[in-house]
């Protein structure tokens, strides 16, 4: 199923512009933020490994326009099967957000549908976002018209966080929650867990729960414990 917008209630919390920690990426924050509020803003394409933020700003992109009454829909390419079929059914909205581009690369049905809806947009007035890894050129697209019109795109190189930025962002969250995280402790938490910042926030979640529960502070035992009452609950 291609998940359809405006649909708040689906979307994962976290995923709006307030909660993206910019880091080197207040650029392409900016740039997104306008093309989400602004109908003539530029069309953009994002590029960056696993873990900088692509997904993030474009589900951020299409809530806030959501919320502003503007039509929207974003489709993330790797988790949908037919991904010719799903494009070619794009039909209106004013921001369309196509996440995991990569996925398309090779795919020949795909690539001319995504041509195809790219020059529908640009008459019809729809803005479009894009993010995939590689830039359009490495991407491996088998359409060199399809890489042009990619190419035409306002492009961002996206950077994750470092561990730094992470540890700044996890101390902040933390203190907003009362709770206290001293060096040691995020020591510990980096030398043996995801550095993730979205699975490292949710862990803060379960964090404050617990030990607001058990009346105690965070020190490493109690991360320790819950730790590993997570690994033995999981399935």
Not at 45 to 74: D, F, I, N, T, W
Not at 83 to 94: E, F, K, N, Q
Not at 149 to 172: I, M, N, S, W, Y
Request: with cysteine; net charge negative.
């Amino acid at each position: 199923m291609i998940p359809q917008l405006p649909l708040a209630l689906r979307w994962p919390r976290r995923q709006r512009f307030e909660h993206f920690h910019a880091g080197a990426n207040a650029a392409a924050l900016a740039a997104v933020e306008a093309l989400a509020r602004e109908p003539d803003a530029p069309w953009l394409y994002l590029h960056g490994p696993a873990g900088s933020g692509k997904s993030h700003l474009l589900m951020a992109a299409c809530q806030a326009a959501g919320e502003a009454g503007r039509g929207v829909q974003y489709l993330p390419l790797a988790r949908i099967a037919d991904r010719a079929a799903a494009i070619r059914g794009v039909a209106g909205g004013a921001l369309l957000a196509f996440d995991d581009l990569d996925a398309i690369a090779g795919e020949r049905e795909a690539e001319h549908a995504l041509f195809d809806l790219y020059n529908r947009a640009k008459a019809e007035g729809a803005a479009l976002l894009f993010a995939a890894e590689a830039t359009p050129t490495q991407l491996g697209l088998g359409l060199p018209d399809l890489r042009s019109r990619l190419g035409a795109c306002t492009r961002f190189a996206l950077q994750p966080l470092d561990d730094a930025e992470r540890r700044e962002v996890l101390k902040a969250q933390a203190g907003l929650r009362g709770i206290e995280l001293d060096e040691g402790v995020l020591d510990w938490l980096f030398a043996r867990h995801t550095r993730d910042l979205g699975a490292l926030l949710d862990l803060l979640d379960r964090l404050d729960q617990a030990s607001l529960a058990a009346q105690r502070r965070v020190t490493i035992p109690f991360l320790r414990g819950l730790l590993r009452e997570a690994e033995s609950s999981a399935p």
